[in-house]
C-alpha cells in the first residue's frame, strides 16, 4: 500500500523560507506524477507544484518563482522550496501521487494516496 509522509511545516516570517519534504514508499511502479497542494480550513484543496515522470514541472500562478519542487528519486522524496513566503501562503501542505498516466496538472481530485499534511504558517 502507498504511503506518503509529508514534514517540515513551521511558523516563520513573511519573506522567509522553508523546505517541505515528502518520504513516499509501498510503491511498486514509480508514480506518474507528484505533487503538492494546500489547503485553508474552510476552503476547497488547491494545487501548488507537480512533477511528473518526463521531469515536466507545473506551478500554480501564486507560487511562481517563489516555489520549486523536485524529487530525489533514490530516495523516493519529494521536495517542495518555498522562497519569499507571503501570508497568503498560509495553509496546510499535503504531497499526494497519481500512479497512473494521464494527468499532472493541479486539480487535486486526480491524485490518489494523500499525506497527513503539514502546516505552514506565515506571519506578517
Known amino acids: 500500500q502507498v504511503q506518503v509522509v509529508e514534514s517540515g511545516g513551521d511558523s516563520v516570517q513573511a519573506g522567509g523560507s522553508l523546505r517541505l519534504s515528502c518520504a513516499a514508499s509501498?510503491?511498486?511502479?514509480?508514480?506518474?506524477?507528484m505533487g503538492w497542494f494546500r489547503q485553508v480550513l474552510g476552503k476547497e484543496r488547491e494545487g501548488v507544484a507537480t512533477?511528473?515522470?518526463?521531469?515536466?514541472?507545473t506551478y500554480a500562478d501564486a507560487v511562481k518563482d517563489r516555489f520549486t519542487i523536485s524529487q530525489d528519486e533514490n530516495k523516493n522524496t519529494l521536495y517542495l522550496q518555498m522562497n519569499s513566503l507571503k501570508t497568503e501562503d498560509t495553509a496546510m501542505y499535503y504531497c499526494a501521487t497519481r500512479l497512473s498516466g494521464g494527468y499532472c496538472g493541479m486539480d487535486w481530485n486526480g491524485f490518489g494516496s494523500w499525506g497527513q499534511g503539514t502546516q505552514v504558517t506565515v506571519s506578517s
Open positions: 509501498g510503491y511498486t511502479m514509480r508514480p506518474y506524477c
Open positions: 512533477v511528473r515522470t518526463d521531469g515536466t514541472l
